[in-house]
């Protein structure tokens, strides 16, 4: 039977069960997820002293903190939760994506709804209890918003597009710089390490200037809002087959 003739529930199901392929609207929703990440690590350390997304940052000052250094640049608290729930997250999220299909539209449309959710969730936390930099409305929109960044990450992982990670920046700066191809015309990993590089500083950049001019919680509705276009927009990335989606 061809694909038109199909009745609409069975075409539904069909496209809501397949997976996605790498193509440039997929980097574009990487590029865009990756300023969202910027504006919200932009607004967590000087409300929160720790970081969202950054767990490198983290790792290294919870390990300055446990060793009674630091004084009040950071929370140890926070640092610790944020971490813990990071890593949580990424396991939950990434062990369900394996069992499920970690490609399948209707999984990334779900993951990253519930992602958006949570964001809109800290910025509301935000707004009612004020930028509290320790406490439980703290705790609680750090855990939002580590959750948040770590299922980001771990649900785009599976496109291997490791150019852009969303959030870590050390290896794409190493790695942008040794390329032996630095300076070619056309090199499309270089241009996307540059890409994901500019997009988060960008972003920090408009999270902090945000967070100053109109306040953390409507920093944080930006960043969510702009995550909620990309949850929308997986709806429109192209279906491939199981045979396609191994030589991506």
Not at 50 to 61: D, P
Not at 138 to 147: K, P, Q, R, T, V
Request: charged fraction near 15%; proline fraction near 3%; include cysteine.
């Amino acid at each position: 039977m061809h694909i038109k003739s199909q009745p609409i529930k069975t075409r539904l199901k069909r496209y809501l069960l397949s997976s996605i392929g790498v193509d440039w609207l997929i980097e574009t929703q990487l590029l865009l997820l990756t300023f969202s990440t910027g504006m919200q690590d932009a607004i967590s350390f000087p409300d929160f002293h720790c970081f969202a997304s950054n767990q490198t940052g983290n790792s290294v000052i919870l390990a300055v903190g446990l060793a009674g250094q630091g004084g009040d640049l950071f929370d140890i608290k926070n640092v610790g939760v944020s971490l813990a729930v990071f890593v949580s997250g990424a396991l939950v999220t990434g062990q369900i994506a394996r069992i499920v299909g970690p490609r399948l539209r209707v999984w990334l449309f779900v993951t990253h709804l519930m992602q958006t959710v949570m964001g809109f969730g800290a910025a509301i936390l935000q707004a009612t209890y004020g930028p509290n930099e320790s406490g439980p409305s703290a705790l609680g929109a750090i855990s939002l918003l580590a959750f948040s960044s770590s299922a980001q990450v771990a649900s785009m992982r599976p496109f291997r597009i490791q150019e852009i990670t969303t959030a870590m920046a050390t290896a794409a700066w190493v790695d942008l710089v040794i390329d032996p191809k630095l300076l070619a015309m056309n090199n499309h990993p270089r241009d996307r390490r540059a890409l994901f590089l500019g997009i988060l500083i960008a972003g920090s950049f408009a999270g902090a200037f945000a967070h100053r001019r109109i306040g953390s919680s409507n920093t944080l509705i930006i960043a969510a809002a702009i995550k909620l276009l990309v949850t929308v927009s997986l709806l429109a990335n192209r279906s491939i087959s199981d045979g396609q989606e191994s030589q991506d």
